[in-house]
């Protein structure tokens, strides 16, 4: 997925504020650019502003500062019934009065189309998802998952070049989620439509995206694919926020060749990727995946002393809780591979990592 | 109330027919004053009493002149013209200004709110004779006082009270993002209010409009301040009945205006049902 630029960017949010109260700003100098077709989520935790975002681009909030573009245009003075949007809303917001078909096609009805053409458009998109016999009911009628789909048919079925998502599998069951979300992927690599998508759930963002911009207080705080924002986090927020994560913290002793060395505190000295952190004597946060630490090798630059506090089966791994410098909440997957090595409540050892998968942060 | 469960104590035994017993009070000094008037308007005689035919089931103490005087005679029919002529267009009034002002006032943006609510509801809650005092003087001064649109515009201001509380109700449920929604899709103010607002508030419409209908129908205070001799309305002529020849005609009216009322509550009943059908507050 080529990155966009300012330029050729469909979607632009150029230096975007937005503030309800005049005083706090929700979203702070925002700068977004999203290429035609791709597929751009926005995750975050509630309140970090990436919902305002989303109004504000279907036009139902109104920047307080900055341009908003789309196609090249800005569309800060377009009220929301001329953008030519699809949204999907987190609570469907379909019409209960009117029949699924029915639903399906009002935004058809707006553009002027005639009655066969209509039917046709209606039938093709219920097709899509699946719902071909369903015209008939009534939203009351349908399940949450039935509902979600035609949600997501009635945001398509006037062919925008643009759709919107705010969190719309919030409200279904993990197993139909997951289900949901393949299959959004797939309708957006079989229609090619440029979608935004909104979530506090990483693993939806993850799954279904080409890139995540990560929100935090107002600021997005980084934007990369999915591997690389769980692989390469470039601060101490993304890393927590993404997957699960462990933290040591130490004073940067040198930095070399771009690996920091840290001590821990006692004069234990571990190495580590120097990402994010300020020059010698600095505070910084390592930033460890469980799966990348190994359990019982005694020697090599980064083997730290940890006593382990609980042990939990969970099948195909094993979680091994573990007091390391002073962290108690220090998590190893233990893969339960053939001669894995068997860990006992209490006893201690060693866990160690390669200098290149832990990481140096603010 | 359910049957009462084996480990019921003696009080909560003597409350479960003490209920059932106040309840048969109630409903029994709210009706009956009703129910009675309506053999009685059937009445062959000139007189608001059961006469000895009636009470033995003899035909002949029965007749229908009462109805016929109520049809026949100018008094009447020219009251019945009056009710009629005024109070489906202060109905419409007060449905067109009160829907309008539930929608308002459901706008959270919209400074006191409060306030604005308590000022429009006032009719409702303020005695009806200093309303109707406040009118008289009012009107006569801008030149309203004793002509159509004046009985028209109070009768209207009496209405709006119902017609915002019921269509506030309906607001309550309704859900804002739908007219996101709309407008997302494409549809402009005007076509999102008639195309998905209106058909779902339409049921607290329908049946503050059927309120405003009823006050004004069966209101007499105001219209005596505010109309004059042109605009006498039924209940007016039923007030002037009653003071000044009783005929049993007023109880044939009254039947009338019974059966009326219960048929336009019951059409309020079926509304309130759909609505919650669409709603898919039960299933359909």
């Known amino acids: 997925m080529p990155t966009a630029t300012k330029e050729d960017g469909f979607v632009v949010f150029d230096h975007v504020q937005k503030s309800y109260d005049g005083e706090i700003l929700v979203v702070k100098d925002l700068n977004l650019f999203i290429g035609q077709g791709e597929f751009l989520t926005m995750l975050g935790p509630s309140g970090s502003g990436k919902t305002t975002c989303l109004m504000m681009l279907a036009g139902f909030e109104t920047a307080t500062h900055g341009d908003i573009l789309l196609g090249g245009k800005p569309i800060n003075n377009i009220p929301p019934h001329k953008r030519g949007i699809g949204m999907v809303f987190q609570n469907y917001a379909l019409f209960p009065h009117m029949t699924v078909a029915e639903n399906l096609s009002f935004p058809l009805e707006v553009r002027g189309q005639g009655k066969s053409e209509r039917e046709a458009n209606v039938m093709k998109a219920l097709d899509m998802v699946q719902m071909g016999e369903f015209g008939g009911r009534r939203p009351a009628q349908l399940s949450g998952g039935q509902q979600q789909r035609i949600a997501l048919a009635r945001a398509l079925v006037f062919e925008p070049e643009l759709v919107l998502m705010d969190e719309p599998l919030g ?119 469980p799966e990348r630490v190994d359990i019982g090798k005694e ?44 860990l006992v409540v209490g006893e201690t050892t060693k866990v160690s990592w390669n200098s290149e998968d832990c990481r140096a942060l603010d | 109330m359910s049957a009462l469960p084996p480990y019921a104590t003696t009080g909560q035994r003597v409350w479960y027919y003490a209920f059932r017993v106040i309840c048969a009070l109630i409903f029994l000094f709210l009706i009956i004053p009703i129910l009675v008037i309506i053999p009685l308007s059937f009445n062959a005689e000139d007189f608001f009493t059961f006469t000895p035919e009636m009470l033995s089931f003899d035909p002949a103490g029965y007749s229908l002149k009462h109805y016929r005087d109520f049809f026949t005679n100018p008094d009447w029919t020219g009251a ?46 303020v005695p009806l004779i200093i309303s109707a005092a406040g009118m008289y003087f009012f009107y006569s001064r801008i030149g309203l006082q004793g002509t159509y649109w004046g009985v028209v515009l109070a009768h209207a201001a009496l209405g709006i009270p119902f017609v915002i509380i019921t269509v506030t109700a309906t607001m309550v449920g309704f859900d804002r993002s739908l007219t996101r929604a709309a407008a997302n899709l494409g549809a402009g103010p005007i076509r999102t209010f008639f195309k998905v607002q209106m058909p779902l508030i339409l049921p607290g419409v329908v049946s503050g409009g059927l309120f405003a209908f009823i006050t004004s129908f069966d209101e007499v205070v105001v219209v005596l301040f505010v109309g004059s001799a042109s605009q006498k309305t039924l209940p007016w002529q039923m007030f002037t009945g009653l003071r000044e020849q009783i005929s049993p005609t007023i109880l044939a009216v009254a039947t009338i205006l019974v059966i009326v009322s219960i048929g336009l509550l019951t059409t309020v009943e079926i509304l309130r049902r759909r609505s919650e059908r669409l709603r898919g507050m039960s299933p359909g």
């Open chain 1, 299 to 342: 020697s090599g630059p980064n083997a730290v002393p940890a006593k382990v506090l609980e042990l939990i089966y969970l099948g195909d791994h094993i979680r091994c809780r573990m007091n390391v410098m002073g962290n108690d909440q220090f998590v190893v997957k233990v893969p339960n591979a053939a001669g894995h090595k068997h």
């Open chain 2, 80 to 125: 019945l013209y009056n009710s009629v002529r005024i109070a489906p267009v202060a109905t419409l009034l007060s449905v067109g200004f009160g829907t309008l002002a539930a929608i308002g006032l459901a706008q959270s943006h919209v400074p006191f709110r409060a306030t604005i609510m308590a000022i429009l509801i006032s009719p409702m809650i």
């Open chain 1, 171 to 289: 409200a279904l069951d993990k197993q139909l989620r997951e289900h949901m979300q393949y299959e959004i992927k797939h309708i957006h690599e079989r229609l090619g439509v440029t979608v935004v998508y909104v979530t506090h759930d990483q693993s939806e963002a993850l799954t279904m995206s080409d890139r995540i911009a990560v929100f935090d207080d107002g600021i997005i705080q980084q934007l990369a694919t999915p591997d690389d924002l769980y692989e390469r986090p470039d601060n101490a927020f993304v890393a927590q926020f993404i997957g699960e994560n462990n933290t040591l913290n130490g004073t940067v002793k040198a930095i070399k060749d771009g690996i920091a060395t840290v001590d821990f505190g006692d004069g234990t000295l571990g190495e580590a990727l120097a990402v994010n952190c300020a020059g010698v004597g600095s505070e910084t946060t390592l930033s460890i995946r």
